[in-house]
């Protein structure tokens, strides 16, 4: 693992080169900018890293690069009115292609210059010692050339490629110091740029650019991009080490945000609530699989994250998989992975699923009641035979997983209509933890909305105080069929409206209002349908505030689209 004092060495290195360097991952995202793209940009790295380099480059080829493996050398970018020369180059590790770099240096002010230089003899003398300034500053060796071949042009960093000083070389004709290979540029007029050559034995990567006058070809520009071509490799090199330890820090700050879930922040005083988590904190010691009930919105996850925590497992890894977002034809290889050439565009060397992943830790099956009967079964042989086989391939592995699976469905009303699988059931079901829903516990809504509150006060940067009488009334009147997902949206919905210090009626939603109309519905029917009757009621509502909008609606009853849409047909709405 590389020391934790190299990224400081590796940034000083690249931000004292006078060249632009960015490099991007295989999905194009940007992991490192130096100094001079800070720069250029005008924005900070911490703004840049992590973003798609097609945010700030929209014609970028750095894509196409990795694409077809081949460097674009020849390129010359307008940008920001000024002139740039770019290299790109697909980064290579072990033979897999997984990113591309691209260096790139702004030569207006050069030309510029050169041009001035040639057009106005009263300034020349001033004009040359601010190009002298402005070369030397380079790290990299700039040379030119008129007509006749004389050097009229040149910086320290190319004349130590000979031992010589500036001074040695200025005003002699280029072959009596080298037999160059950019004077060429003056025959044939084209630029190019990150070609190999070698100058006085070293390998280099260099650019050369003719220099026109009124459009005629009066001298060439040469320039060294890379002192050693090894340099070039090296970069990749360093590149590569960067991009280990950003991912090795993503972990560890994914690991350490996984700490904050533990059964502490779980709030609720209500005594049948107490007890599921004093139940949950004593089952999370042990490796039995656990199937946490309950229903949207209600915490299913934040038990599962809670458990792990508690766990011995809690340095492994956190692997989630919800069943009802993958779609079913990749939900296997998903979950168990694939080998190489298993399918049409499979990954070259294969790819890790879940189980895989979760390997020493543990893995959560949220929604694992809409997981189709196919895989239910294969799911079922992992329970029991502790191993796996990736698609396409014939060799099991082992794995070491703990499993915590959820639902909001009916497992019982499923096993009987063939839905589920009854002996993937029984082995789900060692330890059941059923959440109950906001309703059954309503005297645990004030804690609820103080903890949002604060919460929220630190977002948006204010400082509310509490909610009045009438609101709260409102809010206990509510049937919650969102659960607490739905009273975290009321609450931010209202610091979104609010002015003042205090939550009010009229910060809250037009639907909750509909729970009025439910207390003459008591005795009507069995709870279950009492509550579908309430929950039918809701959802009309709340479409009728969004308009119809289905994403506005779900958004206001704190639950998913596709929740919403498996509601609207159980209740038979007009989708």
């Known amino acids: 693992m590389v020391e934790l004092s190299t990224p400081i060495k590796l940034h000083n290195v690249f931000d004292s080169t006078s060249n632009a360097v960015l490099a991007v991952n295989r999905s194009g995202i940007i992991i490192y900018c130096n100094r001079q793209v800070e720069k250029f940009l005008d924005f900070p790295s911490g703004e840049i890293i992590g973003k798609h380099v097609k945010d700030f480059f929209p014609t970028t080829g750095l894509l196409e690069v990795m694409e077809n493996g081949r460097p674009q050398i020849d390129t010359r970018l307008a940008l920001k009115n000024g002139t740039y020369l770019s290299n790109r180059n697909p980064i290579v590790i072990n033979g897999k292609i997984v990113g591309a770099v691209a260096v790139f240096q702004d030569v207006t002010k050069i030309q510029n210059i050169i041009d001035e230089l040639t057009t106005n003899n009263e300034k020349n003398t001033e004009l040359k010692e601010m190009l ?7 790290s990299d ?32 004709h280029v072959k009596k110091v080298y037999n160059p290979i950019f004077p060429q540029a003056m025959e044939t007029g084209q630029s190019e740029y990150g070609y190999v050559t070698t100058l006085n034995g070293h390998e280099i990567i260099a650019n050369r650019v003719p220099i026109r006058k009124n459009g005629k070809i009066v001298g060439a520009l040469g320039t060294v991009v890379f002192k050693n071509i090894s340099d070039l490799y090296a970069l990749s090199e360093k590149i590569n080490n960067l991009r280990s330890q950003l991912d090795f820090y993503k972990g560890e700050l994914k690991r350490a945000q996984r700490s904050k879930f533990t059964f502490d922040q779980i709030i609720g005083k209500n005594p049948a609530f107490a007890a599921l988590k004093k139940t949950a904190r004593r089952v999370a010691q042990n490796q039995s699989t656990i199937l946490i009930r309950g229903e949207s919105g209600t915490g299913k996850e934040l038990f599962a994250h809670a458990i792990y925590t508690e766990s011995e497992r809690k340095n492994g890894p ?38 895989e992943l979760a390997h020493k830790g543990v ?38 997983v703990r499993v915590i699976a959820a639902t909001n469905r009916n497992l019982e009303e499923m096993v009987a209509q063939g839905e589920f699988r009854r002996d993937l059931y029984y082995r789900i079901n060692v330890v059941s933890l059923n959440i109950p829903p906001l309703r059954d516990r309503i005297e645990d809504l ?13 977002q948006f940067g204010v400082r509310v105080t509490g909610i009045d009488q009438e609101a709260l009334a409102v809010l206990r009147n509510h049937r919650w069929p969102g659960n ?21 009626k009229e910060h809250l ?3 909750l209002f509909s729970a009025q109309k439910y207390r003459g519905l008591k005795n009507r029917g069995s709870l279950h349908q009492l509550v579908e009757e309430i929950e039918r009621e809701a959802i009309s509502d709340a479409l009728k505030t969004c308009s119809g909008n289905k994403n506005q609606t779900a958004a206001l009853l704190g639950i998913s689209r596709a929740g919403l849409y498996k509601k609207l047909k159980r209740y038979k709405f007009d989708i």
């Not at 009641?369 to 799911?379: C, E, T, V, W, Y």
């Not at 004030?446 to 630190?458: A, P, S, T, V």
Request: proline residues 3%; contains cysteine; aromatic residues 10%.
């Open 446 to 458: 004030e804690l609820l909305l103080q903890h949002f509150i604060e919460r929220f006060n630190k």
């Open 509 to 511: 939603p037009l639907y």
């Open 363 to 400: 893995i959560f099956l949220d929604e694992i009641g809409d997981m189709p009967l196919l895989m239910q079964a294969k799911i079922l042989r992992v329970l029991q035979e502790k191993e796996i086989e990736r698609l396409g391939d014939t060799k099991p592995k082992r794995v070491n």
């Open 318 to 355: 956190f692997v989630k998989v919800n069943c009802a977002a993958i779609p079913e034809n990749l939900l296997e290889s998903e979950l168990f992975g694939y080998r190489e050439g298993a399918f049409t565009g499979a990954q070259k060397g294969g790819h890790a699923g879940k189980f």
């Open 484 to 504: 607490i997902r739905e009273l975290e949206n009321v609450v931010e919905r209202a610091f979104n409206i609010l002015e003042g210090k205090t939550v009010n």
């Open 141 to 172: 060796g700039i040379i030119a050339v008129n007509r006749d071949y004389i050097i009229t042009m040149a910086n320290q960093a190319f004349a130590s490629f000979f031992n010589k000083k500036v001074d040695d070389i200025i005003g002699q």
């Open 132 to 138: 002298t300034n402005i070369l030397e500053l380079s």
